[in-house]
């Protein structure tokens, strides 16, 4: 093939995707490595890359901390009450403690941060959420980030990392192609930190059609965190822990602002507040250690966001639906009205597009809520990703092994949704994510620990012909056919992530069976997951476009598979309203108050799994 | 509602192509001009439109749940630092401006270059703060926040919680 192979040598920081946890890294990464080689794939521009491509209204993890509003344990607190106790503390600590540096330096860089008149502090749309007027969030953080790399590859798709030959299970960079030449990109380095995105459109979306694009979480969000990470042999953790989403229906526009600032509220079909008589049986199948309706009325404390979404399914499954979002006393204030526009055109146009199509003015009408179908990622409020090393101050020995935000894997990094276990990061605890693992990849390298490494022609040519098999099977076995897309030897990337929604949303919890599964269906998810495995590697690609394609299904599949493997694993309903084990419907403490830890082996594709500790951050005195 | 471009305004210069996050902006090898190849994986980002220097591309809502005849236009200027949106809908009764600032400084200025800062001590290194801290973390003029300075500690299992 007439593709060109581009060697980029003696790269000592690779950021793989540079999303809000990338540009941090590459940006932090100049300060602690003055003198190293900082270079940064992108499978799209940077300017517009990432969950934030589209703008943010909102900062949603912020602390305060220096207009003494929070300290870094109550976030810990919080996150760890809303994800039903199953988090990484040390991580969260360690970043809560960070992330206020973040955002005032956004501020100093021009992202328009919005200030309480009253009290100067930035102002508040919750607890830890802060506005901004955020639609030039991602290509202001971009330029932070060009500002200090030495080169920033666009338009790279990365498909595998590179693995040292020296050494086993120690990284040594990674390849990829670029989706407009189609030329073979090889990047030799020292450390590589991952940045990529968690997943959307792994399971069947609500939508049909055109609007399969107006998911969630962007659609160009294709699992690479996970499908890079899974595929060097890193440890994942907390995989089955997917997120569903109560949103503006249709659009998925955010609720954030309309709950906490505007003060809008649901109420079901029939005009009623429905929420709270779901709750005893709720508290009852979760545990009052997890629910206790007394304690969260007395001493506001957060009901988790998984056993709300309960209540809304159940209630819209006893005929009671539509759920609506209460928006018209709050639209009667013109100050308010505009900031509810505001809200989606800084980060979800989709949105108000749809509100103009329907005439739904939300002044005189109340709008449609609905629940998403399942969202894998680990930065929103759902912690999915690699088991990674906590900060050495503050880790217990179960979590720390030398480098903060090391995977397993030696000298690989994670930043955002690369990430397990630290949910409530959002944008500025990714960024601060990436900022972390930067200097701690500089200390490796420092340290030495990079040193030596070996990458064989073998392995890169190996790598080079599995990139390009999907355009060699389609020019192979097309004109076997007349024309179209039927084929008995290759199936498309489309008709591949098909295949995959269905199979995902019907055995591992979709949108179309409620949210429920259990071991015999997940067991038969699985057996599907592997022949799926094998047509992949029929899958065909017409051009550079569907090859991207194609990487983005396989790095999805190896999501999912991980998704399905973890949520066999844990035997119980940790997260009612986030997805349901039908064999096993009640938390289950005395077996279940720990972490879900996996590895795949990369030669095998053998799961094994285990349970890691979980500790608790508390009072020294309590 | 996947984005799409009009035949008159589009002079083929790839700005969309350039910046799509999707990688859905493409050029017509016919008529030389942008269109968009896969509609469903188009979330209305904006990023083309906002990007386009002719105005050429404009937003039709998902033809599965969006009805013709509604308008969401904009125009972000960097050098100005603000973005402005018109939203007309579909039964005319609604037509809206809105303003909102992009940025508050001039572009790409304020942005320190790490490279030529003065390089980090051996301290801080070994420390756990990142560039410019402790500025900002505190409330007060301490060091980084600990579990010790918090009076915190990390318990094992389900008592802790």
């Known amino acids: 093939m007439a593709y060109k192979t581009i060697v980029e040598d003696n790269i000592d920081i690779l950021v793989a995707g540079a999303g809000l946890g990338g540009t941090g890294a590459a940006f932090e990464a100049r300060y602690w490595g003055q003198d190293k080689k900082i270079v940064i794939a992108e499978k799209a521009n940077i300017d517009?890359?990432?969950?934030?491509?589209?703008?943010?209204?909102?900062?949603?993890?912020?602390?305060?901390?220096?207009?003494?509003?929070?300290?870094?344990?109550?976030?810990?607190?919080?996150a760890r009450i809303d994800l039903m106790g199953m988090v990484r503390e040390d991580l969260l600590f360690d970043m809560a403690r960070h992330v206020d540096s973040a955002v005032h330096q956004f501020e100093e860089w021009g992202l328009p941060l919005m200030r309480n008149p009253k009290t100067g502090?930035?102002?508040r749309e919750g607890r830890w959420q802060i506005m901004i007027h955020g639609e030039s969030y991602k290509p202001i953080v971009a330029e932070a980030a060009k500002k200090s790399a030495d080169k920033v590859f666009n338009r790279i798709c990365v498909t595998h990392l590179l693995m040292d030959e020296s050494k086993p299970n120690r990284v040594a960079g990674a390849v990829g192609f670029n989706v407009r030449t189609g030329n073979y990109h090889v990047f030799k380095s020292k450390t590589v930190i991952v940045g990529a995105g968690g997943a959307s459109n792994i399971y069947k979306p609500r939508s049909v059609g055109e609007g399969a694009g107006r998911v969630w979480y962007a659609p160009w969000s294709s699992g690479s965190a996970y499908g890079l990470l899974i595929g060097a042999g890193a440890k994942m953790t907390q995989m089955e822990n997917r997120i569903v989403l109560a949103r503006f229906k249709d659009g998925y526009g955010p609720v954030g602002a309309y709950f906490l600032h505007l003060k809008t509220y649901t109420q079901n079909g029939l005009g009623e507040e429905y929420e709270s008589k779901w709750f005893p049986a709720l508290e009852e199948m979760v545990g009052k250690r997890y629910l206790d309706i007394e304690a969260s009325h007395l001493t506001h404390r957060p009901i988790p966001t998984c056993l709300r979404n309960h209540a809304f399914i159940n209630e819209v499954n006893a005929g009671r639906g539509p759920i609506h979002m209460v928006t018209m006393e709050a639209f009667q204030d013109p100050h308010l009205e505009e900031i509810g526009w505001h809200n989606f055109l800084g980060m979800t146009v989709g949105q108000a597009v749809l509100w103009a199509a329907t005439d739904v003015d939300p002044k005189y009408e109340n709008p449609e809520l609905t629940t998403s179908e399942p969202y894998v990622m680990g930065s929103h409020a759902t912690g999915c990703g690699a088991w990674c090393s906590g900060p050495e101050d503050i880790s217990p020995p179960e979590y720390y092994w030398g480098y903060n935000r090391m995977t397993t894997?030696?000298?690989?990094?994670?930043?955002?949704?690369a990430v397990g276990g630290t949910p409530h990061a959002f944008s500025s605890g990714s960024f601060t994510e990436g900022r972390l693992a930067a200097k701690a990849a500089c200390k490796?390298?420092?340290d030495g620990k990079g040193e030596g490494i070996v990458v064989s022609q073998e392995q890169i040519e190996r790598r080079r012909k599995e990139i390009y098999k999907p355009m060699e099977h389609y020019k192979i076995y097309r004109n076997e056919i007349t024309a179209g897309s039927v084929n008995?030897?290759?199936i498309n990337p489309r008709q591949a992530l098909d295949r995959l929604q269905k199979l995902m949303d019907e055995y591992a919890g979709g949108v179309t069976v409620s949210y429920m599964t259990n071991e015999k269906l997940l067991n038969i998810g699985l057996k599907k997951l592997k022949i799926l495995e094998e047509d992949l590697e029929k899958i065909a690609a017409e051009n550079i476009h569907e090859l991207l394609r194609a990487w983005e299904v396989k790095h999805r599949h190896l999501t999912s598979e991980a998704v399905v493997q973890h949520t066999l694993f844990r035997k119980e309903t940790r997260w009612p309203g986030y997805y349901y084990r039908g064999d096993a419907m009640r938390v289950d403490d005395d077996n279940w108050h720990v972490l879900t830890v996996s590895r795949r082996d990369p030669v095998t594709g053998e799961y094994t799994m285990e349970k890691?500790?979980?500790y608790h951050i508390v009072d020294e005195n309590g | 509602m996947p984005t799409f471009v009009y035949m008159t305004r589009c002079d083929g210069c790839g700005h969309c192509v350039d910046i799509c996050p999707s990688d859905i902006m493409h050029i017509d090898t016919v008529t030389r001009r942008a269109y968009n190849i896969e509609p469903n994986m188009c979330c209305e980002c904006y990023s083309c439109v906002k990007a386009c220097p002719h105005q050429a591309i404009d937003v039709r809502g998902y033809a599965d749940f969006a009805p013709l005849g509604h308008s969401v236009r904009v125009k972000r200027d960097e050098e100005k630092g603000v973005i402005a949106w018109r939203i007309k809908f579909r039964n005319g009764k609604k037509d809206m401006d809105l303003l909102a600032p992009i940025t508050t400084k001039p572009w790409g200025t304020c942005i320190p270059k790490l490279s030529e800062v003065p390089a980090p001590s051996k301290e801080q290194r070994d420390s756990q703060l990142l560039f410019n801290e402790p500025k900002y973390i505190r409330m007060d003029d301490g060091d980084i926040h600990t579990l010790k300075s918090n009076g915190l500690k990390m318990v094992q299992g389900v008592e802790g919680y």
């Open chain 1, 121 to 123: 502090a930035y102002q």
């Open chain 1, 488 to 490: 008995p030897n290759y």
């Open chain 1, 444 to 446: 490796y390298i420092d």
């Open chain 1, 409 to 417: 894997v030696e000298g690989l990094f994670g930043a955002g949704d």
């Open chain 1, 612 to 614: 890691a500790p979980l």
């Open chain 1, 48 to 78: 517009r890359s990432g969950a934030v491509a589209q703008g943010l209204y909102a900062i949603n993890c912020y602390m305060g901390t220096r207009f003494g509003e929070n300290n870094p344990e109550d976030h810990v607190r919080y």
